[in-house]
């Protein structure tokens, strides 16, 4: 079966660093992504990792752990603009995506 | 550069109408095309995905269909909408292959079946 699981909801300060966790169950593994999706807008793509590791691209960086199941997507500097959901979504055999539910980041001054 | 286009943006149909979504594609050939859903507190579910003409798989069974008539247009149709039809239907390209891999969404069209 396929499993992926965010936190629901997290908070933060503006200028804080937060970390959002995703764990992953799925037949098959091909890579994880990690989208933006501001509400009543489409996910933006944020990151992709295939390997093991940390993926560094600015303000956002994306770690991957394929024999525990489980990245992470870590935040610095928090910005208000950054309130938003995040996805964590698992690339199966083949091209499809499967996705967690979303985690929505609420940031604050 | 690639872009992706959806619509209508919104649209609002009773239960029972006929349905039709268009997306197309600009910049690429050959793109892997797909449609998700997201229904309200849901996560994004993989409807339909092509890897090329007239090539579809389907995920979920539901009352949905889709046809890829071109290389860069992909059509979610429906004969009779249901009201559970209701949510923001996102149509996506993939390029790349293995690490280099990437999945854009276009810009979705929010469904509401009454």
């Known amino acids: 079966g396929q499993n992926i699981d965010q936190p629901t909801e997290m908070t933060a300060t503006e200028g804080a660093i937060v970390q959002i966790n995703c764990t992953y169950q799925?037949?098959?593994?091909?890579?994880l992504f990690w989208y933006q999706q501001h509400a009543g807008e489409a996910p933006t793509f944020l990151s992709y990792n295939v390997l093991d590791g940390l993926e560094e691209k600015g303000r956002f960086s994306s770690f991957l752990s394929r024999s525990k199941g489980y990245s992470y997507l870590l935040l610095k500097e928090l910005q208000m603009k950054d309130s938003a959901s995040y996805l964590c979504?698992?690339?199966?055999?083949?091209?499809?995506?499967?996705f967690g539910k979303g985690t929505t980041l609420s940031v604050s001054s | 550069s690639q872009t992706i286009h959806q619509w209508p943006a919104t649209l609002v149909q009773p239960v029972g109408s006929p349905l039709s979504l268009e997306c197309t594609v600009e910049?690429?050939?050959?793109?892997?095309l797909y449609w998700y859903r997201q229904a309200a507190g849901r996560g994004l579910q993989l409807l339909f995905y092509?890897?090329?003409?007239?090539?579809i798989s389907s995920e979920v069974p539901q009352n949905l269909s889709a046809s890829r008539p071109q290389d860069r247009q992909f059509i979610l149709s429906s004969k009779k909408l249901l009201l559970s039809d209701s949510g923001f239907y996102l149509c996506a390209f993939g390029r790349g292959g293995g690490s280099s891999y990437e999945q854009y969404f276009g810009p979705g069209t929010r469904l509401t079946v009454t």
């Open positions: 092509s890897v090329g003409i007239g090539q």
């Open positions: 979504a698992v690339k199966k055999a083949g091209t499809a995506l499967i």
């Open positions: 910049g690429t050939s050959n793109p892997n």
């Open positions: 799925t037949s098959g593994f091909n890579g």
